[in-house]
């Protein structure tokens, strides 16, 4: 029955509490509920004296796989762990779905239907909700509520699942199974009315799915971004690949230039454009092949040919379509409901009597190991409910309370890099608040020095806890940026942050333009004259990288580039815009400057023409009117190869 549950409970639900709550809602529910349930099995094996437990080889090559992603993972930071194993595909759906999956196989001997009545539950739910989000009126999206702290966020492509991918993944499941009931009855002629018009309502939504699916576009990373990113993996982290749940760190150090032309340029992306390439990224060539034979496994493992050909085209549409959990979930359960299983006692007997107490020991080492992970995933649920009502008073202006709650946050669950990240900005942010008084106070000033020193402190430790995170780097140079001018070497300080974070996020504009408009902003023109170059050259599309490029020509003194790059700037900017306004005006001016400096030019020209008239110079002639044969060979032009400058590309910054 608790399996049962859990399978109306998962695609339905979401964490209002929490900033992510379908993704990380979904994830803590999963992980949640295994531990509960492993504790149940545990406790029936001692309350029925049961000793006997089913496995099969798939099951064996899925704890292989988790077994090598926890090596993998265990060897990342601390940052890195946390953020790994907090992840929507990280280490917790691993071990949620691994234990789900040997929950699933203890659970009968024989066929069980009885799920898929609960699991229609949900799929009518969501077909129902989805249906009438279709038919609202635009004007009408999107919908929140509450206003002040939404439980919900409506829009056009909203699902209960959480995306449209999982209620397609739901539905195309649901669909596929009464559509079988449908046929069985027709054959049987039985009545068929109810599994028409459940049939009917899925089948709908269905396609209605799809249509959404091509009226937003395809909002994931491109397949060959994802290729690129997959194939330099193999060059630098072969076996191992980056981890589970860390593909966000392939993408920064490895994704092509030719990403920026896309719609999604300024986007991240913490999953690859379909399953295989995220597993081969991920877990590497090891996990990859650990990943073919536990598909492999499952699908033989099945008891008739129609269900393995079933299995195996669910699998394919796993390793062809996007990471998604709900679509993961429902596959393995599937997977699970007929599958080969193999008996196996659990024998320790002891004491004269022969007392089996292999049962009672793993029971026990379930219940501790459960009871600790109780604990500890409840504190990483704390974190995230803090964290959520930081950001709710923030949003009210309420400074104190997003201060406080960010603490709570902190203390709660202290390897959290990114909270540290959002603290290090709240402190800085009510350090210029109180800098920004006209009247500020000796005391104001020693508060705003104090919330300086956390926002820098807390910064460092963001990096310290995920060094190879671009984000972090990021964030910890606009600190110090902010503090130029006030404390000594923090522009030093900031060039250097700058440096690490391109480093690590190689190919991102952005980046490159906010490290020249600091150089612009401390007179290095030449530097940021070349970060621009390289920001146009990363995406030529970019019309703050051009106008950035023409400012720095422009305090250059070389006006002749300034005019060419304004003018490619403003061919890029919408024409009914402002800032296309703004920069005809200046291109007006510029464009007069530069005719008055030609014209300067040319009258200064011809004056020195004027001055240096002279008749053209007669051949060298020695008197006698004899000729000198001189040999030809060795007076023509040197031949020089020339190796271009390799341009490590840009971003670019307003002055």
């Given at each position: 029955?608790?399996?049962?549950?859990?399978?109306?409970?998962?695609?339905?639900?979401?964490?209002?509490?929490?900033?992510?709550?379908?993704?990380?809602g979904?994830?803590?529910?999963?992980?949640?509920?295994?531990?509960?349930?492993?504790i149940i099995?545990?406790?029936?094996l001692?309350?029925?004296?049961?000793?006997?437990?089913?496995?099969?080889?798939?099951?064996?090559?899925?704890?292989?796989?988790?077994?090598?992603?926890?090596?993998v993972?265990?060897?990342?930071?601390?940052?890195?762990r946390?953020?790994?194993?907090?992840?929507?595909?990280?280490?917790?759906?691993?071990?949620?779905?691994?234990?789900?999956?040997?929950?699933w196989?203890q659970?009968?001997?024989?066929?069980d239907?009885g799920?898929e009545k609960?699991?229609?539950?949900a799929?009518?739910?969501?077909?129902?909700?989805?249906?009438?989000?279709?038919?609202?009126?635009?004007?009408?999206?999107?919908?929140?509520?509450?206003?002040?702290?939404?439980?919900?966020?409506?829009?056009?492509?909203?699902?209960?699942?959480?995306?449209?991918?999982?209620?397609?993944?739901?539905?195309?499941?649901?669909?596929?199974?009464?559509?079988?009931?449908l046929?069985?009855?027709?054959?049987?002629?039985?009545?068929?009315?109810?599994?028409?018009?459940?049939?009917?309502?899925?089948?709908?939504v269905?396609?209605?799915?799809?249509?959404?699916?091509f009226r937003?576009?395809?909002?994931?990373?491109?397949?060959?971004?994802?290729?690129?990113i997959?194939?330099?993996?193999?060059?630098?982290?072969?076996?191992?690949?980056?981890?589970?749940?860390?593909?966000?760190?392939?993408?920064?150090k490895?994704?092509?230039?030719?990403?920026?032309?896309?719609?999604?340029?300024?986007?991240?992306?913490?999953?690859?454009?379909?399953?295989?390439?995220?597993?081969?990224?991920e877990?590497g060539?090891?996990?990859?092949?650990?990943?073919?034979?536990?598909?492999?496994?499952?699908?033989?493992?099945?008891?008739?040919?129609?269900?393995?050909?079933?299995?195996?085209?669910?699998?394919?549409?796993?390793?062809?379509?996007?990471?998604?959990?709900?679509?993961?979930m429902?596959?393995?359960?599937?997977?699970?409901?007929?599958?080969?299983?193999?008996?196996?006692?659990?024998?320790?007997?002891?004491?004269?009597?022969g007392?089996?107490a292999a049962?009672?020991?793993?029971?026990?080492?379930?219940?501790?190991?459960?009871?600790?992970?109780?604990?500890?995933?409840?504190?990483v649920l704390?974190?995230e409910?803090y964290?959520?009502?930081?950001?709710?008073?923030?949003?009210n202006?309420?400074g104190?309370?997003?201060?406080?709650?960010?603490?709570?946050?902190?203390t709660?669950?202290?390897?959290?890099?990114e909270?540290?990240?959002?603290?290090?900005?709240?402190?800085?942010?009510l350090?210029?608040?109180?800098m920004?008084?006209?009247?500020?106070?000796?005391?104001?000033?020693?508060?705003?020095?104090?919330?300086?020193?956390?926002?820098?402190?807390?910064?460092?430790?963001?990096?310290?806890?995920?060094?190879r995170n671009a984000?972090?780097?990021?964030?910890?140079?606009?600190?110090?940026?902010?503090?130029?001018?006030?404390v000594?070497?923090?522009?030093?300080?900031?060039?250097?942050?700058?440096?690490?974070?391109?480093?690590?996020?190689?190919?991102?504009?952005?980046?490159?333009?906010?490290?020249?408009?600091?150089?612009?902003?401390?007179?290095?023109?030449?530097?940021?004259?070349r970060?621009?170059?390289?920001?146009?050259?990363?995406?030529?599309?970019?019309?703050?990288?051009?106008?950035?490029?023409?400012?720095?020509?422009?305090?250059?003194?070389?006006?002749?580039?300034?005019?060419?790059?304004?003018?490619?700037a403003?061919?890029?900017?919408?024409?009914?815009?402002?800032?296309?306004?703004?920069?005809?005006?200046?291109?007006?001016?510029?464009?007069?400057?530069?005719?008055a400096?030609?014209?300067?030019?040319?009258?200064?020209?011809?004056?020195?023409?004027?001055?240096?008239?002279?008749?053209?110079?007669?051949?060298?002639?020695?008197?006698?009117?004899?000729?000198v044969?001189?040999?030809?060979?060795?007076?023509?032009?040197?031949?020089?190869?020339?190796?271009?400058?390799?341009s490590?590309?840009?971003v670019?910054?307003?002055?």
């Amino acid at each position: 029955m608790y399996l049962k549950v859990w399978l109306l409970v998962l695609p339905i639900f979401f964490l209002p509490v929490v900033v992510d709550s379908f993704g990380f809602g979904k994830n803590w529910l999963m992980l949640l509920t295994m531990l509960l349930g492993i504790i149940i099995w545990g406790m029936a094996l001692v309350i029925r004296k049961e000793n006997k437990i089913f496995i099969g080889k798939g099951l064996g090559w899925l704890i292989t796989l988790t077994v090598w992603a926890t090596i993998v993972w265990y060897f990342g930071e601390a940052g890195v762990r946390m953020r790994t194993f907090m992840g929507t595909s990280g280490l917790a759906l691993m071990w949620s779905m691994t234990i789900w999956t040997f929950l699933w196989m203890q659970a009968s001997e024989e066929k069980d239907e009885g799920g898929e009545k609960w699991l229609i539950v949900a799929g009518i739910l969501v077909a129902l909700s989805s249906l009438v989000v279709f038919l609202l009126p635009a004007a009408k999206l999107p919908i929140s509520w509450p206003k002040q702290n939404p439980i919900i966020n409506i829009n056009s492509d909203w699902s209960l699942t959480g995306s449209v991918l999982g209620e397609l993944w739901l539905l195309g499941i649901l669909g596929t199974i009464w559509i079988k009931k449908l046929a069985e009855k027709i054959k049987r002629k039985e009545g068929y009315v109810g599994e028409m018009a459940i049939t009917a309502i899925l089948v709908l939504v269905l396609f209605l799915d799809v249509f959404k699916m091509f009226r937003s576009g395809w909002n994931y990373l491109d397949i060959n971004s994802s290729w690129t990113i997959a194939t330099e993996s193999l060059k630098y982290r072969p076996l191992q690949g980056v981890g589970a749940g860390n593909y966000l760190e392939a993408f920064n150090k490895w994704r092509p230039v030719a990403f920026n032309n896309s719609k999604n340029w300024s986007g991240s992306f913490g999953w690859a454009a379909n399953g295989g390439l995220q597993l081969w990224t991920e877990l590497g060539i090891v996990g990859l092949i650990i990943g073919i034979l536990t598909m492999r496994a499952l699908i033989k493992g099945q008891k008739n040919k129609s269900r393995k050909i079933g299995i195996a085209l669910g699998g394919v549409m796993l390793v062809l379509t996007p990471f998604n959990l709900v679509g993961l979930m429902l596959m393995m359960w599937l997977v699970t409901r007929e599958i080969e299983k193999k008996e196996r006692s659990l024998m320790l007997k002891v004491g004269e009597k022969g007392l089996n107490a292999a049962p009672i020991i793993l029971a026990v080492v379930v219940l501790l190991g459960s009871g600790f992970g109780l604990y500890w995933w409840t504190r990483v649920l704390l974190g995230e409910t803090y964290l959520k009502k930081s950001l709710v008073a923030a949003v009210n202006n309420d400074g104190g309370s997003t201060y406080i709650w960010q603490i709570k946050a902190i203390t709660a669950n202290a390897n959290n890099a990114e909270y540290r990240r959002i603290y290090s900005q709240t402190n800085l942010a009510l350090a210029i608040g109180l800098m920004s008084n006209k009247d500020i106070t000796n005391d104001q000033k020693e508060k705003a020095a104090v919330l300086i020193q956390q926002a820098v402190r807390e910064g460092k430790a963001a990096v310290a806890l995920d060094t190879r995170n671009a984000s972090y780097w990021s964030n910890l140079a606009s600190i110090y940026r902010q503090l130029v001018g006030s404390v000594e070497g923090s522009a030093d300080w900031s060039y250097e942050a700058y440096s690490q974070a391109i480093g690590l996020d190689s190919v991102n504009p952005s980046l490159r333009l906010d490290f020249g408009g600091l150089l612009f902003a401390t007179g290095r023109y030449e530097e940021a004259d070349r970060l621009f170059e390289q920001v146009v050259s990363l995406k030529p599309d970019l019309a703050n990288g051009w106008y950035n490029w023409a400012y720095t020509a422009k305090n250059m003194n070389k006006l002749s580039s300034a005019v060419a790059r304004l003018s490619q700037a403003l061919s890029l900017v919408p024409i009914d815009s402002g800032d296309y306004d703004k920069a005809s005006k200046e291109l007006e001016a510029w464009n007069k400057e530069y005719e008055a400096l030609i014209k300067q030019q040319q009258g200064l020209q011809q004056e020195k023409e004027a001055e240096t008239l002279k008749l053209p110079e007669a051949l060298p002639d020695d008197g006698n009117n004899s000729s000198v044969v001189v040999p030809t060979g060795g007076l023509e032009p040197p031949v020089v190869e020339v190796t271009p400058t390799p341009s490590d590309g840009g971003v670019i910054i307003e002055p």
